[in-house]
């Protein structure tokens, strides 16, 4: 069993629909979480963070997380073509140590209008 | 605003060839990193630095050196290619904690 689960998808929906993606995880020492958005033939961009338990928001995106069941999402409110992307969850048990860093594999979404 | 630049961005190489992958940064900083993304497999690292002139092991260090001789540079080479180092490399950089700055990838092709 891999440390990180995410369903690679691919996932289409329509402009204005309510997204959610999600990541499960095996680690119960894991406490910082993670977002990246990656355009096609791009690098990945940091998109959200969070600590431990609860949401975090930032415009029309919302990351959630739930320790207890070793679970969070992502949801995306009002999706635009825009976001077509993989969205790919990573997470690590210390604050910043990028080299611990456990990546999902990334879920592709395609918005359209 | 650059910020993480690879070169080259294509390159097609035949099993036994040598080659460099360059990354330069224009941020500052402390941390950079070297991945390899595939198909099935996700972002993998394969070495990283915490400063100029260090260089550490990642999870799939096999088959490739790196080395840091200025701050703003990082540079991954493979002594000789094999097919299964087909991949695209990402160049990464980071302060010493938090957010990981990616370039636009790096598609290598070992025939």
Same mark, same amino acid.
């Given at each position: 069993?891999?440390?990180?689960?995410?369903?690679?998808?691919?996932?289409?929906?329509?402009?204005?629909?309510?997204?959610?993606?999600?990541?499960?995880?095996?680690?119960?020492?894991? #406490? %910082?979480?993670?977002? %990246?958005? #990656?355009?096609?033939?791009?690098?990945?961009?940091?998109?959200?963070?969070?600590?431990?338990?609860?949401?975090?928001?930032?415009?029309?995106?919302?990351? #959630?997380?739930?320790?207890?069941?070793? %679970?969070?999402?992502?949801?995306?409110?009002?999706? #635009?073509?825009?976001?077509?992307?993989?969205?790919?969850?990573?997470?690590?048990?210390?604050?910043?140590?990028?080299?611990?860093?456990?990546?999902?594999?990334?879920?592709?979404?395609?918005?359209?209008? | 605003?650059?910020?993480?630049?690879?070169?080259?961005?294509?390159?097609? /190489?035949?099993?036994?060839?040598?080659?460099? /992958?360059?990354?330069?940064?224009?941020?500052?900083?402390?941390?950079?990193?070297?991945?390899?993304?595939?198909?099935?497999?996700?972002?993998?690292?394969?070495?990283?630095?915490?400063?100029?002139?260090?260089?550490?092991?990642?999870?799939?260090?096999?088959?490739?050196?790196?080395?840091?001789?200025?701050?703003?540079?990082? /540079?991954?080479? /493979?002594?000789?290619?094999?097919?299964?180092?087909?991949?695209?490399?990402?160049?990464?950089?980071?302060?010493?904690?938090?957010?990981?700055?990616?370039?636009?990838?790096?598609?290598?092709?070992?025939?």
């Amino acid at each position: 069993q891999k440390e990180v689960e995410q369903d690679p998808g691919p996932l289409s929906v329509p402009e204005g629909a309510i997204v959610s993606l999600n990541c499960t995880y095996s680690n119960s020492a894991f #406490q %910082y979480f993670m977002w %990246y958005r #990656q355009y096609s033939r791009k690098g990945p961009e940091l998109l959200m963070y969070t600590y431990s338990s609860g949401n975090k928001e930032d415009g029309r995106f919302t990351a #959630q997380v739930d320790k207890s069941s070793k %679970y969070i999402s992502l949801f995306i409110r009002d999706s #635009q073509p825009s976001d077509s992307a993989t969205y790919l969850c990573a997470m690590s048990e210390n604050a910043g140590n990028n080299r611990k860093l456990i990546w999902g594999l990334g879920t592709s979404l395609a918005v359209n209008p | 605003n650059a910020g993480v630049t690879q070169t080259p961005k294509f390159r097609v /190489l035949k099993t036994g060839q040598s080659m460099t /992958l360059l990354c330069a940064q224009d941020m500052n900083h402390e941390y950079m990193y070297w991945y390899r993304q595939d198909p099935g497999m996700g972002l993998r690292l394969i070495h990283y630095s915490v400063g100029e002139g260090t260089t550490a092991k990642g999870e799939v260090p096999d088959g490739y050196n790196v080395s840091r001789l200025k701050k703003q540079n990082f /540079l991954l080479g /493979l002594e000789s290619a094999a097919p299964s180092q087909t991949s695209v490399y990402f160049c990464a950089s980071s302060m010493t904690a938090g957010e990981l700055f990616f370039g636009e990838g790096s598609r290598l092709t070992v025939l």
